[in-house]
């Protein structure tokens, strides 16, 4: 941020220069009375100070795009393109300006939200809630760019939906909830980030890619050396060792070792986060109770009776413009899909007969496989010394001739220590699996990528896809789940580097890069948001629960025969 400071610093000067010619003048004018002089220093003043207030003197955010997005291979002329459009579809609202006086930015508690229409409304219509976004003043806001989440819910029927929110772009927000359940449905609409927030995100994502570092130990007989690691580090100031992947390309360098050679590089783990991302200014954007993740309350009601669908009503939309809601607490997909409640352990035992389940990714992958271990005594876990929450792991029920088994996606991955050996990317595993109707795959890749350029995670996701489609090609009978990015728990710190505005481009580019294809996504973003527990990274037992009940329901569905 050193850089906007000299700007600041002029138009400071200009406007202490015109007060001080101003100041001369009225001095010159006026007879020399000292109180006058001082009551007119002050009336300067704090025309300085309304200056500032004014937004007169903003600033467009001039990105230093590094060359962290581009790194590595070049994208063919039809991987820019799809780049491209994926990049629009996520393009966030602007203005991307700078210079705000807090008091001028969005204010959650300030803000308010109106309920559309009559108090009691019937199952199978939408129910419309405009969202009016204000300043610390209690003025309204003109632009858009606020960041928000809305969710309706039924707390005594264990109901829950998440709501689409439209930005108009001038300060007011509409949100749509579908209705699916009857009885009283309340609405929470959150403000997540004001808009200003979004533009220091917008700057830290492009700017400081390396503000999560890596680093790796190297060692051969006695001697040990540590370095820096990254996706992209400085090129011409220190002699790198490039891991560059030889099978997909993907790049990850280190500083070479003073002493050793780069074959001697023994793991990877996350060296820290960088401190001191933000000015002051900027600072004030990220306040925990003020404007982090913020319920706006209702100006008026702010429930709804839901009513029986109405005699005679249209048939149901079709289209819900959500993923599925909560009923009783368990998870209802809306696109028609039979859930079953896989409620003991030998009803799951049952459906994963002669089943390999590949779980290939972050730790929210991890959960699945460690909820099925300790749910499944049958499925007995097979030793590796592996590291605690690192893996590999592996679980087998050899009576029922049932493998699961764990592992972590590659670098950028953030765990603690992961062995050179051990270092496998996702594609690169998808390209070693046979493949068929008793091969199931959960991939999960996410959360690690929240503090690169998201072009980053576009060329991973496309060298995940293209494995996909081989599988696919090879075996189109082999079931691939894709787990989406979830909401998690933020405060100032953590907003820096994991936001859920950072994990919402992630999500949107992920179902765009995979809608067609013949995989299932699993809606964790729509499963954390419509639940009532709060947001986590690892989201709470009952919601791994409905998750795990839902990728079982899609390995058995009812009705199906089971081989064997
Ligand atoms: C952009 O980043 C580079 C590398 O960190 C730095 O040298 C340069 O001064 C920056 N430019 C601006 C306008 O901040
Ligand atoms: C936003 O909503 C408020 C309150 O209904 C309304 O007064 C205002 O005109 C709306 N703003 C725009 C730009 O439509
Ligand atoms: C690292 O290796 C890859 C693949 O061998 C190569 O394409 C790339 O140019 C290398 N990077 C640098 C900085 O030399
Ligand atoms: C619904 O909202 C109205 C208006 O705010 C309120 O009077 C009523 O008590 C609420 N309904 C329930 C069941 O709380
Ligand atoms: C599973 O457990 C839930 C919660 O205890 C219960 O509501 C549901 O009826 C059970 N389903 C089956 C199939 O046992």
Known sequence: ?????????????????????????NITSLEMLSGQVISTFYQIQNSIHSAFKSPGILWPLELNHTYCAHFGQEPTAEEAKEERYLLNSIAWPGPLVQGLPVELSSDPSKSYFVIQGPAEQHIGSQLVVNVHVQNFLGLPKKHGGDFLIARLHSPELGAGVAGKVHDHHDGNYTVLFPLLWSGVAWVEITMVHPSEAVVVLKRLQEEQPNRVFFKSLFRSGFLSETTICNLCLPLNQQPLCNYTDPETGEPWYCYKPKMLSCDTRINHYKGGYKKNLITEYEAQFFQSDVNIKVPIHASG????????????????????NAAGYYFHNSWRPLSGAVIQQFNDSSTITHCLRGKIIYMLGDSTVRQWFEYLTAFVPELKEFNFHSPKNVGPFMAVDSRNNILLSYRCHGPPIRFTSVLSSELRYV???????????????????WSHFSTFPIEVYIRRLRHIRRAVVRLLNREPATLVVIRTANLQKLDPESSLYNSDWFSLQIDAVLRAMFRGLNVQLLDAWEMTLAHHLPHLLHPPPTIIKNMIDLILSHICPVGRKKRN
């Open 1 to 25: 941020m050193e850089r906007q400071r000299p700007r600041f610093v002029t138009v400071f000067f200009l406007l202490a220069l015109s007060g001080f010619i101003i100041l001369i003048c």
């Open 301 to 320: 009601m702010d429930n709804v009776t839901v009513l029986p669908a109405e005699k005679g009503q249209a048939k149901v939309k079709k289209n819900y």
């Open 427 to 445: 594609a690169n595993e998808l390209d070693r699996i046979k493949g068929g109707p008793d091969t199931v795959v959960l991939v999960s890749v």
